[in-house]
């Protein structure tokens, strides 16, 4: 049985993002001055579309950190 679950989690972890999803991450990309182009060479994929849930829940608080520190040097 762990097994299976097991296998479910990585199935979860490697399911691509929804569309809202894809959503807030341009929307953080363009608040945050980023390059779209690098982010996506960072996380090895071609387009945000392809983006798993893991590497949203990664890019997600360091995109807002750095939305953060541009906020207080502004």
Do not use: C
Not at 7 to 24: D, F, M
Not at 40 to 67: G, V
């Amino acid at each position: 049985l762990w097994v299976m679950l097991a296998g479910n989690l990585v199935e979860a972890a490697k399911s691509v993002i929804t569309p809202e999803q894809v959503h807030s991450v341009k929307a953080m990309l363009e608040l945050t001055e980023s390059d779209e182009g690098k982010f996506l060479k960072a996380y090895n994929i071609k387009k945000l579309e392809q983006m798993t849930s893991d590497q949203f829940k990664h890019a997600i608080p360091l995109l807002e950190k750095k939305r953060l520190k541009m906020q207080e040097e502004a």
